[in-house]
């Protein structure tokens, strides 16, 4: 570029500079005042959160039955909750457990004879032919041992886990 396009440039932006300038001084002026309202306006609307919990939390404890006073627990208002599989309890099909209670038996004699878990089946070389997920080998071991087949032996953190206790489970016979 020569110089004289340059000159031109910087000319003609010098002059679109003073020309803006004091309207860009007044939106910057009014942008501001934009930004303080917001800033109000949002910590209004906290102080009115906090104020509505405590009411609702006040209501709640005079009329408890009152479904207009029911927690959402946090979901929006007018979303229902999602249901729980009978009353929240893990819960495998009677299948799934006939299949457990044969593949322990199948496997008792196979480094189970000192108690098993969930995780560990899911460890055991043979889990192949179990087929099942982690969860439902959870499920169908705590309903074995609520049917009677199954017994707790103990709560114990399992070797290599990473801390959270297990429930060991041995069979009954």
């Known amino acids: 570029m020569s110089t004289t396009t340059e000159d031109r440039r910087a000319e003609r932006n010098e002059a679109l500079r003073r020309i803006l300038e004091p309207e860009l001084g007044e939106i910057d002026a009014k942008l501001e005042d934009v930004a303080a309202r917001m800033d ?5 609307r906290e102080a009115l959160r ?3 919990t405590d009411t609702v939390a006040m209501l709640r404890r005079i009329d408890p039955d009152n479904p207009a006073y029911a927690a959402t627990m946090g979901r929006k208002p007018g979303q229902k909750a999602k249901p729980k599989p009978g009353d929240g309890r893990l819960v495998a099909s009677m299948e799934s457990q006939d ?3 044969e593949w322990l038996r199948a496997h008792s004699d196979n480094g189970l004879e000192s108690g098993f878990y969930a ?3 899911m460890k055991h070389p043979a889990v192949g032919e179990l087929g099942l997920s982690r969860a439902t080998v959870q499920a169908a071991l705590k309903n074995l041992a609520e049917r009677g087949i199954l017994r707790l032996d103990r709560m114990a953190v399992p070797e290599g886990s990473r801390g959270s206790a297990a ?3 041995k069979l009954t016979s």
Do not use: D, F, N, T
């Open 40 to 44: 109000a306006l949002r910590e209004e």
């Open 99 to 101: 299949k457990v209670e």
């Open 50 to 52: 906090a104020e509505r």
């Open 167 to 169: 429930h060991i489970y």
């Open 119 to 121: 995780g560990g089946i």
